[in-house]
């Protein structure tokens, strides 16, 4: 399989829009995922990596070796696309046989290449129908399974469950992986959802404008957002201004509208900085209590072993998370709607701007 390098990746548009510069390395077997909102650059920084896009400067290395000029048939690579461009005229057996045919394998090895990935894929029974007979879930299972047929080195997907319904594009998320797993081979993943990207990743990285922000495991991005950018995309941590004072014992603290964590970052009386404090770090209650703040419930929804409590915090929304059911019913009949809230201090994160 392949190590993958950019260095100083640019592409610079007609309108003026610019993607770059962007530097990055996927390792040999590695699946990393580029996550951005759209228009952020995720898709054109994949197709300069295929060839399908011009690099106006920077370098793009498969195994050291530059591939910038290197056509795209000659890159040795599988894509698969969010419209998965199956040929509707051909049987699934013929889409998968297309790349193996095109190269001149003999008939027998292609033939058992083609049913080694159907059955990889568990679409054997699907062979001989033609591609309008066949489901979007399985479609992107036959997209998948052409697009290894080569047995290519590197592997592109570009937001390929993004048309799917929630539920099977979560159980699509477990077959790539799966698949990624078994053959070893080197993947780069696009897409804007962060529980997608979470779910499949070795690696994240977060685009942000055309430019790599953060690059981690989903723990390490999760837990500890670069910037404002990453926390709010995330949805991580509730981002929120704090101020250096004067506390106890003439130390200096953080207070963030009254309630007080201690001043990790060394930072100077009078200096404002922005955190990021994520929901299940945050403790609520309906009684006041020592260095705690006061806001109001603005909603209760109902999660998977969980609630998840919005509060109006001086006009700012604050999501928590709470396991608590009996806290919750006594939210619920609190008319005056009224909470307090404090910080689990080593979990917030001093964030950079």
Same mark, same amino acid.
């Given at each position: 399989?392949?190590?993958?390098?950019?260095?100083?990746?640019?592409?610079?548009?007609?309108?003026?829009?610019?993607?770059?510069?962007?530097?990055?390395?996927?390792?040999?077997?590695?699946?990393?995922?580029?996550?951005?909102?759209?228009?952020?650059?995720?898709?054109? *920084?994949?197709?300069?990596?295929?060839? &399908?896009?011009?690099? /106006?400067?920077?370098? =793009?290395?498969? %195994?050291?070796?530059? +591939?910038?000029?290197?056509?795209?048939?000659?890159?040795?690579?599988?894509?698969?696309?969010?419209?998965?461009?199956?040929?509707?005229?051909?049987?699934?057996?013929?889409?998968?046989?297309?790349?193996?045919?095109?190269?001149?394998?003999?008939?027998?090895?292609?033939?058992?290449?083609?049913?080694?990935?159907?059955?990889?894929?568990?679409?054997?029974?699907?062979?001989?129908?033609?591609?309008?007979?066949?489901?979007?879930?399985?479609?992107?299972?036959?997209?998948?399974?052409?697009?290894?047929?080569?047995?290519?080195?590197?592997?592109?997907?570009?937001?390929?469950?993004?048309?799917?319904?929630?539920?099977?594009?979560?159980?699509?998320?477990?077959?790539?992986?799966?698949?990624?797993?078994?053959?070893?081979?080197?993947?780069?993943?696009? *897409?804007?959802?962060?529980?997608?990207? &979470?779910?499949?990743? /070795?690696?994240?990285? =977060?685009?942000? %404008?055309?430019?790599? +922000?953060?690059?981690?495991?989903?723990?390490?991005?999760?837990?500890?957002?670069?910037?404002?950018?990453?926390?709010?995309?995330?949805?991580?941590?509730?981002?929120?201004?704090?101020?250096?004072?004067?506390?106890?014992?003439?130390?200096?603290?953080?207070?963030?509208?009254?309630?007080?964590?201690?001043?990790?970052?060394?930072?100077?009386?009078?200096?404002?900085?922005?955190?990021?404090?994520?929901?299940?770090?945050?403790?609520?209650?309906?009684?006041?209590?020592?260095?705690?703040?006061?806001?109001?419930?603005?909603?209760?929804?109902?999660?998977?072993?969980?609630?998840?409590?919005?509060?109006?915090?001086?006009?700012?929304?604050?999501?928590?998370?709470?396991?608590?059911?009996?806290?919750?019913?006594?939210?619920?009949?609190?008319?005056?709607?009224?909470?307090?809230?404090?910080?689990?201090?080593?979990?917030?994160?001093?964030?950079?701007?």
């Amino acid at each position: 399989m392949a190590t993958v390098e950019l260095r100083g990746l640019v592409r610079v548009f007609a309108d003026g829009t610019r993607v770059g510069p962007i530097d990055l390395r996927i390792e040999d077997g590695e699946l990393v995922t580029l996550l951005g909102p759209s228009g952020s650059g995720k898709t054109t *920084t994949l197709r300069m990596i295929a060839g &399908f896009i011009e690099v /106006d400067q920077g370098s =793009i290395l498969f %195994d050291s070796e530059e +591939v910038v000029r290197v056509p795209t048939r000659e890159r040795n690579i599988g894509m698969v696309f969010q419209s998965v461009a199956l040929f509707p005229n051909m049987t699934v057996y013929q889409n998968i046989a297309f790349g193996p045919d095109m190269a001149e394998w003999t008939h027998e090895r292609t033939v058992a290449r083609v049913e080694e990935l159907a059955d990889l894929l568990d679409i054997r029974p699907l062979l001989m129908r033609r591609i309008n007979e066949i489901s979007g879930g399985e479609a992107q299972r036959v997209a998948l399974a052409r697009a290894l047929a080569k047995q290519p080195e590197l592997l592109l997907l570009d937001e390929p469950l993004s048309a799917l319904d929630p539920q099977l594009r979560e159980r699509l998320q477990t077959e790539i992986r799966r698949i990624q797993k078994k053959l070893g081979i080197t993947t780069i993943y696009v *897409t804007h959802s962060q529980d997608e990207a &979470f779910a499949i990743s /070795d690696r994240v990285a =977060i685009i942000q %404008d055309g430019r790599v +922000v953060q690059v981690g495991t989903p723990e390490e991005i999760y837990d500890c957002p670069a910037n404002e950018f990453v926390a709010r995309f995330l949805g991580s941590g509730n981002v929120l201004e704090g101020v250096v004072k004067e506390g106890q014992q003439g130390k200096t603290v953080i207070n963030i509208s009254g309630v007080e964590i201690p001043n990790r970052a060394n930072m100077k009386l009078g200096d404002r900085l922005k955190l990021s404090i994520k929901p299940e770090d945050i403790t609520i209650s309906t009684e006041n209590t020592s260095n705690s703040a006061r806001g109001e419930v603005i909603s209760i929804i109902p999660q998977v072993g969980s609630f998840k409590i919005t509060i109006d915090f001086e006009g700012i929304q604050i999501i928590a998370l709470t396991y608590d059911e009996s806290l919750v019913t006594k939210l619920r009949e609190n008319d005056e709607r009224a909470v307090y809230f404090s910080f689990i201090s080593d979990s917030v994160v001093i964030l950079n701007n």
